[in-house]
């Protein structure tokens, strides 16, 4: 595969990535403020299937396609731009994965709040600020990333990496 095949499906990938988790967080943090329990748990379903179907797939292929053109151009991974982005990569990551958990704890909340036409209990609560507050540092991670993508052939920008 040319690298720029690669480079265009990494792009891509990245859209859907970051599209998807900013959409699925957006609905979610709506759904919840709402308060109305059928809702929330709804929502709740369809952002852990939207993390399943989306999500999952692009996040492992965005560091699989980013380091095969790193090899194609013959860069070392300790460029600072590579460097810094894999770092906020993985930083991310270690954020979204007990989001994950989250997502799908709260769901079955949820749905059982549904069933038993019940109040969501305080631990959803306490779910949903954690949820929230790992979503920051991710967000922030990914926009870093997102921008090193864009400005790292641009002179002069790399010395705001280095």
């Known amino acids: 595969m040319s690298y720029t095949a690669i480079k265009t499906?990494?792009?891509?990938?990245?859209?859907?990535?970051?599209?998807?988790?900013?959409?699925?967080?957006?609905?979610?943090?709506?759904?919840?403020?709402?308060?109305?329990v059928a809702h929330i748990a709804i929502t709740n379903r369809h952002v852990v299937l939207a993390d399943w179907i989306f999500t999952t797939p692009t996040v492992i292929f965005q560091p699989i396609s980013g380091l095969w053109m790193v090899y194609l151009l013959g860069l070392p991974l300790t460029t600072p731009w590579i460097a810094a982005s894999l770092f906020l990569f993985f930083l991310a990551g270690a954020c979204w994965l007990p989001v994950v958990w989250l997502q799908m704890r709260m769901h079955k909340i949820a749905a059982l709040a549904v069933v038993e036409a019940t109040p969501l209990p305080d631990i959803y609560w306490k779910m949903a600020r954690w949820w929230?507050?790992?979503g920051v540092p991710a967000f922030i991670a990914m926009?870093?990333?997102?921008?090193?993508?864009?400005f790292k052939n641009i002179p002069g920008v790399e010395?705001?990496?280095a």
């Open 132 to 134: 929230f507050w790992l």
């Open 159 to 161: 010395s705001w990496i």
């Open 9 to 36: 499906l990494h792009i891509l990938s990245m859209v859907l990535l970051f599209g998807t988790g900013l959409g699925s967080a957006f609905y979610k943090w709506m759904a919840d403020r709402s308060g109305n």
């Open 143 to 150: 926009v870093l990333v997102v921008t090193m993508m864009v």
